[in-house]
């Protein structure tokens, strides 16, 4: 099957500091990768739909200042969690569509914890 | 927008019965039903998956069915082992890729 990676598996900061999640396909391309984040003992929550190219898509209620999400080729987008709080601490999870129809295939996870 | 609810949120068998996982989704227009199992702290793994166009689908021990018309589908596990003790998901998309996930079951088979 298709792989996703992400980099890195785990990251502590302190509060108010930024912070920068890589996912990869590493043997397809997408044109389309999306962002989750999963609270302790809950689902994946779409945070935002990330489009090689163009701007990303947020889903309600989900900060676009603050969650900058970056497609800038066919294999790599980038969440950047700016000014970090705690309660931004969180596991994130990218995935992406290998081809024009599902399913998707997710990456290993970020866990954040900020101070 | 779509909305996906999953029953029960825990789930407790003896090793070897069955395990049967519910979701019900609300856009008439998905037509695609994934069933995720993750494991503390790794990523969601496909386990098995069905298209709107068939009614039920079997991989061994995991099955899963669709009802269109009541829009709502299930994960069927038989001769539960303790290895399948994991959360499972569900979602349901309609095309976009965009995937909407249930709330989560956590399976816990006893030995």
């Known amino acids: 099957g298709a792989v996703v990676s992400q980099h890195p598996s785990w990251v502590i900061c302190k509060s108010g500091t930024s912070v920068k999640i890589e996912c990869r396909s590493l043997?397809?391309?997408?044109?389309?990768m999306f962002w989750y984040r999963q609270f302790p003992k809950q689902s994946l929550m779409l945070m935002a739909t990330?489009?090689?190219?163009?701007?990303?898509?947020?889903e309600q209620g989900v900060e676009k200042d603050k969650f900058l999400i970056n497609h800038a080729s066919l294999t790599l987008s980038t969440l950047t969690v700016t000014s970090a709080h705690p309660e931004d601490s969180s596991f994130y999870i990218c995935?992406?569509?290998?081809?024009?129809?599902?399913?998707?295939?997710f990456g290993p996870g970020t866990r954040l914890t900020v101070l | 927008g779509e909305n996906v609810e999953q029953h029960p949120s825990t789930l407790s068998v003896q090793e070897g019965d069955s395990a049967v996982i519910k979701c019900t989704y609300s856009?008439?227009?998905?037509?695609?039903f994934p069933w995720y199992k993750q494991e503390l702290g790794k990523r969601p793994q496909l386990i098995i998956d069905?298209?709107?166009?068939?009614g039920e689908k079997k991989d061994q021990r995991i099955a899963v069915t669709l009802n269109k018309t009541a829009k709502h589908f299930s994960l069927h596990i038989t001769e539960t082992q303790p290895e399948d003790s994991a959360v499972y998901f569900c979602?349901?998309?309609?095309?976009?890729?965009?995937?909407?996930f249930g709330t989560g079951t956590r399976l816990k088979v006893l030995a």
């Open positions: 995935s992406a569509p290998a081809g024009n129809a599902p399913p998707q295939y």
């Open positions: 043997d397809f391309q997408a044109t389309t």
């Open positions: 990330s489009n090689e190219g163009s701007k990303a898509t947020y």
């Open positions: 856009d008439s227009a998905s037509n695609y």
């Open positions: 069905i298209r709107s166009n068939v």
């Open positions: 979602a349901a998309t309609s095309g976009t890729y965009k995937y909407i």
